[in-house]
């Protein structure tokens, strides 16, 4: 079993829908939760991080942690096709080694 | 956010040859250096960590010899794939670390190895 499990897509939604994106993970330990944003080719950009349980709002995006369930989420509103790009959890025991999931590529079309 | 500059973007050697990869934090001093390596449609795998003035930890499974880190300030890190072939080929990515932005990691923009 992989520590982080995400369902690599694509999700392809139309524009203006809420999207929501996914990881589970085995190791209770895991404090840090990240979600990244990837275009094609290009480094990943911190889009939140998010220290224990709970939910955070920044703008469009939100990001939930269950730590009951083992379970994070990232929810964007109002999906715009620049939303397009694949979106990494990421999360881990203290700040130093983070672990990936695997990526949701997400399509937002017109 | 802090800016990481990676340096090249995309590369073409040939097998045999070494080839070395720079990444630079503009804004800020990182107290800690990662690379990672990553195969299409696949995620984010750390090869090595590390930290300014002292010897890298790699990542089991990783080659310290032919992926040779050097990191000699605190804004500098380099990875030198040595004797590169094929099966090197892959996305490189740094990232670095700051106590200054709460331990967040930040990452370059990765560089294209492809090695014929």
């Known amino acids: 079993q992989k520590e982080v499990e995400q369902d690599p897509g694509p999700l392809s939604v139309p524009e203006g829908a809420i999207v929501s994106l996914n990881c589970t993970y085995s190791?209770?330990?895991?404090?840090?939760f990240m979600w990244y944003r990837q275009y094609s080719r290009k480094g990943p950009e911190l889009l939140m991080y998010?220290?224990?349980?709970g939910n955070k709002e920044d703008g469009r995006f939100t990001a939930q942690v269950d730590k009951s369930s083992k379970y994070i989420s990232l929810f964007i509103r109002d999906s715009q096709p620049s939303d397009s790009a694949t979106y990494l959890c990421a999360m881990s025991l203290n700040t130093d080694k983070l672990i990936f999931g695997t990526g949701t590529r997400l399509q937002v079309f017109p | 956010g802090a800016v990481v500059s990676q340096h090249p973007s995309r590369v073409i050697c040939k097998s045999g040859t070494s080839v070395k990869i720079e990444c630079r934090s503009l804004?800020?001093?990182?107290?800690?250096m990662f690379w990672y390596r990553q195969f299409p449609k696949q995620s984010l795998m750390l090869m090595a960590t590390s930290n300014e003035g002292s010897k890298a930890t790699y990542e089991q499974g990783v080659e310290k010899d032919k992926f040779l880190i050097n990191h000699a300030s605190l804004t500098l890190s380099t990875l030198t794939v040595t004797s590169a072939h094929p099966e090197d080929s892959s996305f490189y990515i740094c990232?670095?670390?700051?106590?200054?932005?709460?331990?967040?990691?930040?990452f370059g923009s990765g560089t294209q190895l492809s090695v014929l």
């Open positions: 998010t220290y224990s349980s």
């Open positions: 804004d800020f001093q990182a107290t800690t």
């Open positions: 990232s670095a670390r700051t106590r200054a932005a709460g331990e967040k990691l930040f």
């Open positions: 190791n209770s330990a895991f404090q840090y």
